[in-house]
């Protein structure tokens, strides 16, 4: 089930309002559409909210601060990175730290990343040139 929840939606609306620092400096650079991608920024899918979104690649962009590492957040990431998964969203972590010390390249490893897929056509390819 991708709908989200009315409660995930309400959640997401208070999400976008208390962004960490390095989401709002990722949030900058990627609301900018790099490479012509488009990204929405704490999208409800499910139960969970994506830190950001990229629907042409099915992507969801996690950024993990040292929560993160403590308790038993490692786990409940994995739970969630597979119900994800198998609801055939990916999932880039990327370590609030690397946000803050090297933003470029995040921004280019991620737009990398959700670079769109091209499927090869059942056909042979297109003619070369000229006549049709």
Not at 56 to 85: F, K, Q, Y
Not at 109 to 114: A, L, S, T
Request: charged share 25%.
């Amino acid at each position: 089930m991708l709908q989200p929840r009315r409660a995930t939606v309400k959640k997401a609306r208070n999400l976008r309002r208390s962004m960490t620092l390095p989401e709002v400096l990722l949030w900058r650079a990627l609301r900018t559409r790099p490479d012509g991608l488009k990204f929405r920024r704490q999208h409800p899918v499910g139960i969970y909210v994506l830190d950001f979104y990229c629907d042409s690649a099915r992507t969801g962009i996690e950024v993990d601060g040292m929560a993160h590492d403590l308790g038993d957040n490692p786990e409940r990431d994995r739970a969630r990175d597979a119900w994800l998964a198998a609801s055939g969203i990916s999932i880039i972590r990327i370590p609030a730290r690397d946000v803050l010390q090297s933003l470029d390249d995040v921004v280019r490893f991620v737009v990398n990343q959700c670079q769109p897929l091209h499927h090869p056509t059942d056909g042979p390819p297109p003619p070369q040139g000229g006549n049709l």
